[in-house]
């Protein structure tokens, strides 16, 4: 079983920092449309230290210094709630004896704040990690990356995300995989697989 983390088992979203930086809706969307926008933060997953993709980011907007200076600073505050029903589904198939892993995108120093967050992290088998490999899903090299060092197969395993494009590639290297749309639908999911009891 192969898990992505943000929005299957952890809400991860920039506008949980910024609604409380950010008063007006318009300038709010503005910000995360046009400054610190998924592709910035895609630089993160790929590598890059958050100071060093601030300090960059701020100075392509200096007029946007400080609420940018803010995302290095408060970086936890993008974080939300568990999404316990996905938690509860881990837990019942490391219960069943199924082998867990994780593949992510996402920043090596910012998963160092949250890894000792959450006690499930620590009940996959392996976490593989973008930031630390320096290749992101949907990148055929990061599925290879994960298969080869653990000795897996994509036809025996399961994979989850709640991103189409990494669903499609996975799909095309031979994983069952599932798009993630919520812990209620997963678990339908995998009780029609057989993986998961009704």
Not at 15 to 24: A, F, P
Not at 64 to 74: Q, T, V
Not at 108 to 119: I, K, N, S
Request: hydrophobic letters at 45%.
């Amino acid at each position: 079983m192969v898990f992505d983390l943000g929005n299957v088992l952890v809400t991860w979203d920039r506008r949980l920092l910024y609604e409380q930086l950010i008063d007006d809706p318009a300038e709010l969307d503005r910000f995360l449309d046009e400054v610190l926008t998924l592709e910035e933060n895609a630089v993160l997953d790929r590598g890059t230290p958050l100071p060093e993709m601030t300090a960059a980011l701020a100075a392509r907007h200096p007029e946007h210094a400080e609420l940018i200076r803010a995302f290095g600073e408060r970086w936890i505050e993008t974080m939300g709630d568990v999404l316990e029903g996905s938690v509860a589904i881990l837990e019942e198939l490391r219960a069943n004896d199924f082998s867990l892993y994780a593949l992510s995108n996402w920043g090596a120093d910012t998963f160092t704040q949250v890894q000792e967050r959450y006690d499930w992290l620590g009940w996959f088998d392996a976490l593989v990690i973008s930031g630390r490999e320096g290749v992101v899903k949907p990148d055929p090299e990061i599925f290879a990356l994960l298969c080869d060092r653990h000795s897996l197969t994509p036809a025996d395993c399961v994979f989850i995300d709640d991103s189409a494009a990494n669903i499609a590639t996975a799909d095309r290297l031979g994983f069952d995989a599932i798009l993630f749309t919520s812990s209620d639908q997963l678990r339908a999911d995998l009780v029609t697989r057989g993986i998961l009891a009704g």
